[in-house]
């Protein structure tokens, strides 16, 4: 095993983003688009996949109030900050979010139905009085590789392989050597994971002290019923309902995944401090949740069909919540093996405050999980979805969410799609009414 790369995957995959990244990758096009061109908007075309299409109408944005893709579209494009990658919305004001809205009404958004693949793209041409600026991210949400003006190229980029799913070098990796790096990582090397702890916790503080949101992490936080599992199911839900409420606060992202980083860290803090455990316990619990989530992020797609929140982050903590208290690897096998049953196949029906429900119920599962494992319960191998081996269950996830199941996202999305025209787009606020 080389520890070195492994080490460095960790660290690559792990950085700060301002809002949820579904939109926010889409913001970030259209911030690129318009720099390329300036001048005043008279309208935009965005060609995305089916899933940025259909997936992201229902979640708010740092700075603004009202949902859906064509206003993550103007925003993007009118208050972005091109040179801040998946912090692109810092500088939203009140003046550019309501220019904002008159520009949304401006643009057209074209799903690429006949994409052959789960996978992010989206291309986005600005039209203003000086002509036209276009921009296209593929395989990453801050990933860039084309920029012109007026048909004048600025920057042509390959597309990163290594974020295509099936390509990335940490897939050549077992469980086994992400548990023996997160158990013999020293703790300098450690102490990097402390900002995720920092980002995702004041997230989800914004939500335990002003009930935020649906009201789910509040809820569960304050229940009379409170025990250490539903904690950290508080901690987890409020992370991700500040979030997707649009408080503009950075969540350090997992994987590009911000709910995961913060579904496969929260519930670990929230353990480490009923039980006791050292810093160090903390940040090597949250090393092994992150490397194993990430392994599966980029099995089923960084556009999944499976949920990542549910089934990524559910893994990871079962994995992270295992080693933390003291466990072997052969623990955080079955802790894992015992939570696929659980959590295998759930869909992913878009970014919205119904997601803290997700990773709530998925942090629950997770933790009786490695409960049961610490007591050396484990549901035999070969069963169902499950292999012969924690890794081959990991192969199973992942060929069934990038290859079995595109079939039925695209529909999903169709579906979604269809429905907006039903249910017209509103402000965060008047959907919670709905």
């Known amino acids: 095993m080389n520890d070195t790369e492994l080490y460095n995957i960790l660290r690559a995959e792990i950085k700060p983003a301002l809002g949820c990244t579904g939109p926010i990758a889409i913001c970030f096009c259209a911030a690129q688009a318009y720099d390329a061109i300036g001048g005043e ?12 299409s259909a997936k992201n109408d229902d979640v708010a944005f ?9 206003m993550a579209i103007a925003l993007g494009a009118v208050c972005g900050d091109p040179h801040a990658g998946l912090e692109v919305l810092h500088t939203v004001t009140p003046e550019g979010e309501a220019k904002a809205r008159k520009v949304a009404e401006r643009v057209k958004v074209n799903p690429q139905w006949n994409l052959q693949e789960l996978e992010i793209y989206c291309d986005i041409a600005v039209h203003t009085d000086k002509g036209t600026g276009r921009a296209v991210v593929s395989q990453r949400s801050d990933g860039l590789i084309l920029k ?3 048909g004048e190229i600025l920057l042509e980029l390959e597309p990163d392989i290594s974020a295509q799913s099936g390509r990335l070098p940490i897939l050549k990796y077992k469980v086994k050597d992400f548990y023996d790096m997160a158990a013999g990582l020293k703790e300098e090397e450690l102490a990097f994971l402390k900002e995720a702890v920092t980002y995702n916790r004041r997230l989800a503080d914004a939500t335990l002290e002003g009930r935020l949101g649906a009201g789910i992490g509040y809820e569960l936080y304050h229940s009379q019923y409170q025990n250490y599992i539903t904690r950290a199911k508080a901690y987890a839900a409020a992370g991700c309902e500040a979030r997707m ?4 606060h950075p969540a350090m992202t997992c994987g590009n995944k911000g709910n995961v980083g913060i579904a496969a860290s929260m519930p670990l803090v929230s353990i480490a401090e009923d039980f006791n455990l050292e810093e160090t316990d903390l940040l090597r619990g949250i ?5 194993t989530a990430i392994s599966i992020i980029h099995r089923i797609g960084k556009a999944p069909s499976m949920c990542s929140c549910e089934v990524a982050a559910a893994l990871g903590i079962a994995a992270g919540a295992t080693l933390m208290r003291k466990g072997t690897y052969e623990q955080v096998a079955a802790a894992m093996q015992n939570t696929i049953p659980n959590v295998f196949g759930v869909v992913c029906d878009g970014a919205k405050l119904a997601c803290a429900l997700r990773i709530s119920s998925g942090t629950g599962v997770a933790l009786e999980c490695s409960d049961l494992a610490l007591c050396n319960v484990k549901i035999a191998n070969n069963q169902g979805v499950l292999g012969a081996t924690i890794d081959d269950s990991i192969e199973i996830i992942g060929k069934t969410a990038l290859y079995a199941m595109v079939g039925s996202d695209r529909d999903l999305c169709r579906l979604l799609f269809e429905k907006r025209s039903i249910f017209p787009l509103t402000s965060f606020e008047d959907r919670q009414k709905q």
């Open 41 to 52: 908007i008279e309208s935009i075309d965005a060609t995305l996949d089916w899933c940025m």
């Open 62 to 70: 740092p700075g603004s109030r009202m949902l859906g893709v064509e």
């Open 148 to 150: 012109e003006c007026n």
């Open 287 to 291: 090393a092994l949740s992150y490397l």
């Open 245 to 248: 409420s649009g408080v503009s």
